[in-house]
DNA sequence: TAGATTGTTAATCGATTAACAATC
DNA sequence: TAGATTGTTAATCGATTAACAATC
């Protein structure tokens, strides 16, 4: 029937990715430098990125700069935001109470930059009903009528990877689209569903290969 | 003088950064799902992976699969730890001991992946002295010598992003080559020391620009 | 104006994939 | 043998970079 074309996603995923790293620099460059104005070269420098990867990103999305001047920083960063859609605050799922789930609980860094954690889950007994840091450890069987109830779609999963399969199937199920994993296992997930990963031993790993090598 | 060119380390960063992860979905399949062989096509569907890309990728370094069969898991579990010299257990320093730096030092999952946490430090009087998971926490005033006198090469940063560059010249300048920081900020690091980040902030962003485009 | 820097094009570079002979 | 799967080649695909007209 030829037909409408799906809509056309053009923008590469690793174009994405670099996104909220150029947020981070000029947020740290805005408030803790103090500048107003950046260009794609001071701030590829800083990345240690092109400065036309950086043009060229951007241009995926409108003109935010001026010749001559380059970019006001408070603007881009405003721009940055709707693009990723930061300009909310997401609520967030944090499922393991365990010390990362701790860590995780008491992170200051997540205000102001998009989300906010807003129910904690366990399922040990002795952690259940405890506050972290405001926060009171529920039980992972109300895990779903919660998501559900308060629509969140963002969660992350800080249980040991024997369990987190089975978390991350509970998550989707009650219509979580968005999980961000610190358990050492691939995670099996329906198409839509977006995962990534945080394995510490991982990151260690890539850099071993390079030791000695100087 | 033409001369010795350079050793060209013909192999891609990219290609190097998946050899952990079919190391990690290996041991998985090994220990968990008692599997004694594998194919490129088994462990790319496990992982998400073109199976022409995994043999590619392995390619790189030798042949350690049989026509018709497959690879030997165990087999090729042990070449990967060769390539990524995970072959003995380094021992690795982490700086910060905050609710972060508390998880970090109870982490189960260093142990038998190739790595050890072997010092904790912070600059705290507070924290000074106390027990993290039978390490004693260290005044970060000893940092230098202990890595000096200890040649440790690899380090975990876990301090506020405000005292992460300066932690980090200190490592640097110890003769650490690898860094992991937990900080939210770039660092800035002399050439042939590698840097890796984790900021659940930057992942959890990546992944809001595709919220609702389901 | 002169200098600086953008947004964009085209060229280059590199990574992924498809395909298949070899062979277990 | 027939079926399966490797390692590798060549083709495809996609990302990065160099260069520059436009213009602040």
Redesign the interface.
Known sequence: MGGIPAVI?DIPDIV??R???Y???LS?MAKEAGKVTTSSHELGQ???ISSAQIRKDLSHFGEFGKQGTGYHINYLIEKLRE????QEE?P?VLVGA???G???A??Q??EH???HISFVFDNDPEKIGIDMNGLVVRDISELSDVIKEKGV??A?ISVPATAAQEIADLLVGAGV??I?SYA???LKAPK?V?V?Y?????????????????
């Not at 945080?198 to 100087?214: I, K």
């Open positions: 996603n994405i990715g996104l909220p790293l947020l981070r620099a740290y800083r990345l240690g693009i990723l859609q930061l997401w967030v365990g010390f990362l701790h860590a995780l008491h992170y860094g997540f930059r998009g989300f779609q963002i992350i689209h968005s961000l050492p296992i691939n839509g977006h990534l945080s394995d510490p031993v991982v990151q260690l790993q890539r850099m071993t290969y390079y030791q000695g090598s100087e």
